[in-house]
């Protein structure tokens, strides 16, 4: 335990040590709290879902949590269930196997709701193009406020995106209906 | 393990940077040499099919196999004569074609005689008449969605009930369904369902040049960045009789050492903190993101992605960089063994590492296990070491296995391999030979094969790269390690409790994306 104390006090505190990026960074920080306690009360709950990514995006989000960037920090926190989440941060070009689990973990999140999609994948430019198994595009199955692209965007791209997000006016009851239904590569937006 | 000339059959050499060889095989002489590898102590690799569908070729469709010999790869071809195209089952013989079977028949519709016929990567978005990758396929028909009745195996009793997880899971991972039956905490059964993720790639490889198709390579999975990469540019370069330049052979090799660290920095953080410590995770991360900020200075990307090229490595390291990795390198190595004396010593760690989820060694070798897991549970098998391509050969790698099978031995296999690769870096900055690191590949040969072997951080990636009549990729097949281990969790899970499952389910910590392709 001895060494284990020692270490944390060794380590100091890492959140924004370094002047150039992380000096961004806390502009981001700041201006996104005064958001947050705005629309979302005391903090922004966030539920992920990967439709098909190769992993690489949910790295970056797995680092959003690392002591350099602190995001649990600032009152953004990740939750197990839609139920308890405001914001879906969707990544992956949406398999056809993951649509139906996609429109449920959409409808499952209360109103008001944000989505942030992650990824060049997730906005149509990524590697994996739309064909029998891949939709190619989140906003062809639930409405997205917030589409960053990057392959995939660093950690700080992705805080800007949530920041982009809560800035968007929604209103309290969503009016749009999602069903289920099967896609049909005509009606490409 | 059984000499390749006890085998009769002839054997063709494939030229390139792994020792393999090639044979055309009815189905009888498949089984019997199926039979003497695994009985030798060999090994499956991979199974794959193609469909010569508008070839010149006497029959359509063709399976291959890989297994591992004492002296190095062997591919077996096994031209299908008949028609609805069917081939003998090997799950008998390798316990991982099991899945890799049900997988070719929903690919291609090539059906194996296997007890088990249930879909495997092919859930209910298009009908089971069609197959994606028969050269014939007509796409637009894929876009119905049809029913998706899937059988798990239930465990009855008094007592037992079941829960399913997934395909969304409660953190931030990939998709995929446990079915889990259990009594009172303790687990019972597992049984896993992928595919999930299926997006495609192999039929979307058919249409990319070789230049591209590296790109989608390197997006199979996205933390083996640089063993896709690799074994894709390997495959082509062998298909193509060329051989990259030694300086970018030499950078590969760093890119793919600190590919390995930065995983094994994340998962020992995300181990800790599932065993209880969450100060594992904010120390591990911290170093991890340390590592790869280093990557996107000195690589451009903080992933490696897109570093290797067909010919060589996209650009070159400077002298300078060069003195800025071994100075990191140095500090890591001491801050990693201060985290290890750390966990080495936190009883409440240990208690939860030792004992949890085993796969003993002869389980293990039963099951075809590969790569860290299977090294874990006494595997002795690292390419690096077995059959060392270039700079390999020339670094004498210390393969680290242990024998206990549990979270603890998957915990410490990490650690040492963590020194073992910064002590390979070191090595690779002191010898780094000068000269170009780009060059240009030849055009391909026509109706051949090249194949590609990389030991990534997980394990073995394998790539397969066939051409066509016109020189043009016929098909690209690509095979993640995780194939072999994901039905060993299946095993390490059984007499675990639940809440354990997200331990041992991280402590192998095996690619979603990169199976269900």
């Known amino acids: ?189 | 393990m059984t000499d390749l000339k006890e085998l009769n059959i002839e054997l063709n050499p494939l030229p390139g940077a792994i020792p393999a060889t090639f044979a055309q095989v009815n189905e009888e002489t498949l089984r019997t040499t199926c039979r003497a590898c695994q009985e030798s102590g060999g090994r499956l690799v991979a199974i794959w099919g193609t469909d010569a569908y508008h070839q010149a070729s006497q029959n359509r469709f063709t399976v291959h196999i890989a297994l591992v010999f004492a002296q190095g790869l062997v591919c077996l071809s096994h031209p299908i004569l008949n028609d609805p195209p069917s081939c003998t089952d090997l799950g008998d013989i390798f316990f991982p074609a099991r899945r890799m079977q049900r997988a070719l028949f929903d690919m291609m519709g090539i059906r194996f005689t296997a007890p088990d016929q249930r879909p495997w990567l092919r859930h209910g978005a298009w009908p089971e008449t069609l197959f994606p990758l028969r050269k014939d396929s007509n796409e637009s028909l894929f876009y119905q969605n049809t029913p998706d009745p899937y059988s798990f195996i239930q465990v009855t009793g008094e007592g037992v009930h079941e829960i399913a997880v997934g395909p969304v899971h409660a953190g931030t991972i990939e998709p995929g369904h446990f079915r889990f039956q259990v009594v009172g905490e303790k687990i019972l059964r597992l049984e896993e369902r992928l595919g999930y993720t299926h997006k495609g790639i192999e039929k979307r490889f058919e249409s990319l040049e070789w230049a591209e198709g590296v790109k989608l390579a390197g997006r199979v999975s996205g933390d083996s960045t640089v063993a896709h990469g690799w074994a894709y540019v390997m495959a082509v370069e062998n298909l193509c009789g060329h051989t990259a330049p030694i300086r970018s052979l030499w950078l590969r090799a760093l890119a793919l050492e600190r590919e390995r660290i930065a995983n094994h920095l994340g998962d020992l953080g995300a181990l800790g903190n599932d065993g209880g410590l969450a100060f594992g995770l904010s120390q591990f991360s911290r170093l991890k993101e340390d590592w790869i900020r280093t990557n996107d200075l000195i690589f451009g990307h903080r992933y490696l992605m897109d570093f290797i090229i067909p010919g060589g490595v996209n650009h070159d390291v400077a002298h300078a960089q060069t003195i800025q990795i071994q100075h990191e390198v140095q500090i890591i190595r001491k801050e990693v063994q201060h985290l290890k004396r750390i966990y080495d010593e936190h009883a409440g760690l240990q208690d939860r590492f030792l004992m949890t989820g085993r796969v003993l060694p002869d389980l293990a070798t039963d099951l075809g296990m590969i790569g860290l897991a299977g090294r874990a549970s006494g595997i002795a098998f690292d390419l690096r070491t077995q059959f060392p391509c270039t700079p390999y050969d020339a670094l004498n790698v210390n393969m680290i296995t242990h024998h206990n099978g549990d979270v603890a031995a998957r915990v410490i296999v990490r650690f040492e391999e963590i020194f073992e690769s910064l002590r390979l870096i070191e090595l690779i900055l002191a010898k780094l030979p000068q000269g170009d690191v780009r060059s240009d590949i030849p055009e391909p040969p026509s109706n051949s094969i090249g194949l590609g072997w990389i030991e990534g951080w997980r394990g073995e990636v394998f790539v397969a790269v066939h051409t066509d009549s016109r020189k043009k990729p016929l098909r690209i097949h690509v095979h993640d390690p995780s194939w072999q281990n994901w039905p060993a969790i299946e095993y390490a899970v059984m007499g675990n409790i639940v809440p354990d499952f997200p331990l041992i389910n991280k402590s192998f910590n095996l690619s979603y994306s990169g199976h269900d392709l």
Do not use: W
């Open chain 1, 1 to 189: 335990m001895y060494e284990l104390l020692k270490q944390i006090v060794r380590s100091g505190i890492k959140s924004e040590p370094s002047p150039e990026p992380d000096e961004n960074l806390k502009i981001i920080n700041q201006r996104l709290h005064e958001d947050i306690l705005k629309q979302f009360g005391r903090s922004l709950a966030i539920r992920h879902i990967d439709t098909g990514s190769c992993n690489a995006c949910e790295l970056e989000i797995h680092a959003l949590n690392n002591p350099y960037y602190n995001l649990e920090g600032l009152g953004i926190h990740f939750v197990a269930s839609p139920r308890h989440a405001d914001m879906l941060l969707v990544t992956g070009p949406v398999s056809r196997h993951m649509e139906t689990a996609l429109l449920r973990t959409y409808e499952a999140i209360p109103d008001p709701k944000l989505v942030v999609t992650v990824g060049d994948c997730s906005c149509s430019r990524g590697p994996f193009e739309k064909n029998y198994a891949t939709i190619g595009n989140v906003s062809r199955i639930i409405p997205v406020d917030v589409a960053l692209p990057g392959c995939p965007p660093s950690p700080r791209k992705i805080m800007s995106a949530i920041l982009a997000a809560i800035q968007i006016k929604k209103p309290e009851k969503n009016t749009y209906i999602p069903e289920i239904r099967s896609f049909k590569p005509e009606s490409d937006a």
